[in-house]
């Protein structure tokens, strides 16, 4: 898999109106890596992600998959919102079946598929459940089950934990990096902030708004086996609070 993103530009309106929102966005991604798109709001990261999932066209610019272009959205790219998006009238194992009912897999396979996924999220006993009976970081982790059941190339995650609370948040970001680590999956994970992006990527984009670009890229090489001491151990807090600096050096004084 080689997710390619080469000098996108993304105009909303036109004539007098016309708002260049994304520019020149390029990186790619490969197999197994995971990447990172971090920037305040309004930088573009969520357009980013719309154009890749082919909910949207770029101005100018090309996106591709092996070489392919995206024309549209397809069962290769699994999303996850902010907003936990489960059907609320389908139970937990309901919504983790359903991308593959879309599929039309074979009923047997399906029924296994959602057991195994469900067991990976850590959520078998809540198979039965509504999506109003789990709390906030379960669901979530039922619609990261549900993204990955269908089998994607790449998971795309857009602020996935932004509406859990802190403790959640944490231990929902331990949860994806073991998935990672465990199923070897290929993510671009979407997010304001930093701090997430270094736990969890490979590679970190930094985005800036007026209009949205990429102003700075970092490779990152961490030891996350312990991630609680991680985000606390001297060369981690002294690489976050380098980026975060260049970070708000580029918003504007008021946006904080
Ligand atoms: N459909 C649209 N029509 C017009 N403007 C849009 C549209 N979608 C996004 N924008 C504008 O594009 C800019 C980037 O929006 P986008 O949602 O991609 O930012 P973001 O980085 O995801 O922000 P946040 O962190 O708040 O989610 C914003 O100025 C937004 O108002
Ligand atoms: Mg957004």
């Not at 719309?50 to 909910?55: D, K, Q, S, V």
């Not at 039965?128 to 979530?140: D, F, I």
């Amino acid at each position: 898999m080689h997710l390619q993103v080469s000098s996108v530009c993304k105009t909303f309106g036109h004539g007098a109106k016309a708002k260049l929102v994304l520019d020149r966005v390029s990186f790619d991604l490969h197999a197994g890596e995971f990447l990172a798109l971090v920037g305040s709001s309004g930088s573009g990261k969520s357009t980013v992600m719309r154009l890749i999932a082919g909910l949207d066209r770029p101005s100018a610019g090309t996106i591709t998959i092996d070489g392919q272009p995206v024309r549209g959205p397809g069962s290769d790219r699994g999303m996850v919102f902010q907003k936990y998006s489960l059907y609320p009238w389908l139970t937990a194992a309901q919504n983790v079946a359903f991308g593959m009912e879309l599929q039309r897999r074979p009923r047997l396979e399906i029924r296994e598929r959602t057991a195994y996924f469900l067991e990976v999220v850590g959520l078998a006993d809540a198979a039965r459940k509504l999506p109003r009976e789990l709390s906030g970081g379960m669901q979530q982790r039922i619609a990261i089950a549900r993204a990955l059941a269908a089998e994607p190339r790449v998971l795309l995650l857009d602020e996935p934990f932004g509406a859990l609370d802190i403790q959640i948040r944490e231990s929902m970001q331990e949860f994806l990096h073991q998935l990672w680590r465990q199923t070897g999956l290929t993510a671009l994970l979407i997010t304001h902030d930093l701090e997430e992006a270094l736990l969890l990527a490979n590679r970190v984009h930094i985005m800036a708004p007026n209009p949205g670009r990429i102003v700075r890229s970092v490779d990152v090489d961490l030891d996350r086996s312990n991630m609680a001491h991680l985000r606390v151990s001297p060369g981690f807090l002294e690489l976050r609070e380098e980026l975060a600096q260049s970070l708000r050096g580029l918003e504007p004084a008021l946006s904080r």
